[in-house]
């Protein structure tokens, strides 16, 4: 079992950059290989948008490529979301999440990009 803690979520403009964290209860490097970044906007089906294996390989959906980064630190049992180049369409609930016995999620962190 593990815990899963979002912060970093607030209301920035359109162009602007926000940085989330992940913090895991437990090891995270070495019960899983990949952590994952999803996101649900109002009215929406939730949607995977970012993965990253402990060995540090990342994949991004294709909405997000090329302005968003996952990073995470295994010390410190932390994953990231740098997004830059903000829009209005990624406004939504953002949620980490790991895949053990079954898929675990933290209580998510609100993102609002004003147009």
């Known amino acids: 079992q593990v815990q899963l803690v979002e912060s970093g979520g607030g209301l920035v403009q359109a162009g602007g950059s926000l940085r989330l964290s992940c913090a895991a209860s437990?090891?995270?490097?070495?019960?899983?290989?990949?952590m994952d970044w999803y996101r649900q906007a109002p009215g929406k089906q939730r949607e995977w948008i970012a993965a990253?294996?402990?060995?540090?390989?990342?994949s991004y959906a294709d909405s997000v490529k090329g302005r968003f980064t996952i990073s995470r630190d295994n010390a410190k049992n932390m994953v990231y979301l740098q997004m830059n180049s903000l829009k209005p369409e990624d406004t939504a609930a953002y949620y980490c999440?790991?895949?053990?016995?079954?898929?675990?999620w933290g209580q998510g962190t609100q993102v609002t990009v004003s147009s």
């Open positions: 999440s790991i895949l053990l016995l079954r898929r675990y």
């Open positions: 437990r090891n995270i490097g070495s019960i899983n290989p990949t």
């Open positions: 990253i294996t402990t060995a540090g390989s990342t």
